[in-house]
């Protein structure tokens, strides 16, 4: 009799480490994607954020100065007309980028839609395979 170990067994254990290995191949391939769909979506809230405080700057300084330039013109005729048409002026604007910023909140895309949409499809992968 000799001392042979079954082949089957041998196999086997080959097998399972090549699927952990190919699982740990998708989790970190998975995890890298995350991780940089992470980063950008940081990126970009933080060029957002500093491109909307510049602009509010300039816009609220730029209103201010027509405001008291328009005031000052009209001081003696319409003064009180003048400073009635632009509050509704601003408070209009004003109401038009609240209502856009609510419709962008409303339709920005999912922050992890690359990532989710590549776990879809290896775990549908996974079920055919099965």
């Known amino acids: 009799m000799t001392n042979q170990t079954p082949v089957g067994g041998k196999g086997l254990l080959e097998s399972l480490t090549a699927l ?6 998708i989790a970190h ?9 992470l980063e950008e979506e940081r990126e ?4 957002l954020q500093v491109l909307i405080l510049v ?6 300084v730029g209103v201010v100065l027509v405001t008291i330039l328009l005031v000052v013109a009209f001081w003696d005729t319409h003064r009180i007309l003048v400073l009635g048409l632009l509050a509704g002026l601003f408070l209009a604007a004003g109401l038009a980028a609240w209502l856009f910023a609510m419709h962008k909140a409303r339709t920005k895309p999912r922050v992890f839609a690359a990532s989710l949409s590549e776990l879809l499809k290896d775990r549908q992968q996974l079920v055919s395979g099965l």
């Open 29 to 37: 391939t998975r995890l890298d994607l995350l991780s940089s769909d």
């Open 55 to 60: 602009a509010l700057f300039c816009l609220g």
């Open 20 to 25: 952990a290995a190919t699982l740990i191949s």
């Open 44 to 47: 970009h809230l933080l060029s």
